[in-house]
C-alpha cells in the first residue's frame, strides 16, 4: 500500500490546527489510506507547538511528525525540510488554515492513480472549483493576476498560485531544488518548472475557502515579491 506524506507547513495556527489534523484523520481513515502529517512550525509565538504535542499525543507519532524550526524561512524550505523527514512515496502539500479541505484529496489520490500522473494540483478555474468567503474585490485581484500569469507564462494549468497538491515524492524533490523563488510566488514556480521538465499534471476542482481563524498572511509586501517574481520567471523562462 502507498503511503502519503502530508506536509503542513505553520505559523500562528493554533486554532486551526486541531481542526485540520482531526478532517486529514478523518479522510484518510475512511479510505483506508496510509498516511502521515508533517507539522513544520516555524517558530510560531502563539504557541502552535504547543498544541500539534498535544495532537500527537492523540493520534500517536507514527501519524503526526513534528519538525519545527525556530524562525520563519519560507514555503520552499520548509517543504525541503518536511521532504528530508517523511517516507511516503506521495507527498501532499496544504495549507493548516482550513482553506484546504482534506475531502478532496481522494480525488486527488484517484486521479493520480488512474493516470500516473507525476503531479496533481487542486484548481479553483476550473468547472467545479471556485472560492468561498472572499468579497468582490480579492476575486477580482486572484482572477487578475491568474490571467496574467495565463498569458505571461503559459503554464498549461489553470490555477498556478494554488498551494493543494500531490507531488511524486522524487518529483517533489527536484522541483524544491530547481526553484528560486520565496514566499507565494514559490507555487507559481514549482508549476512552470514542472513544465520545462515535462512533468505530467493533473487537476482536481476544489473549492477554496477563506480562513476560519487568525489573519491572513497576504500583504502588501507578498503582492509586490509575487509581481516581481512573475516578471522574474517571464524574462528567465
Known sequence: MAKYSILLPTYNEKENLPIIIWLIDQTMTKHDF?????IIDDGSPDGTLEVAKQLQKIYGANKIVLRPREKKLGLGTAYIHGLKHAIGEFIIIMDAD???HPKFIPQFIKLQAENNFDIVTGSRYVDGG???GWDLKRKIVS?????LTQILLRPGVSDLTGSFRLYKREVLGALVQACV??????QMEMMVRARQN???IGEVPITFVDRFYGESKLGANE????VKGLLYLF???
Open 34 to 38: 496510509n498516511y502521515e502529517v508533517i
Open 98 to 100: 482550513l482553506s484546504h
Open 130 to 132: 471556485g472560492v468561498f
Open 143 to 147: 482572477r487578475g493576476a491568474n490571467l
Open 181 to 186: 523563488s520565496k514566499g507565494y510566488v514559490f
Open 198 to 200: 515535462s512533468f505530467t
Open 223 to 226: 503582492i509586490s515579491g509575487f
Open 235 to 237: 524574462a528567465t523562462t
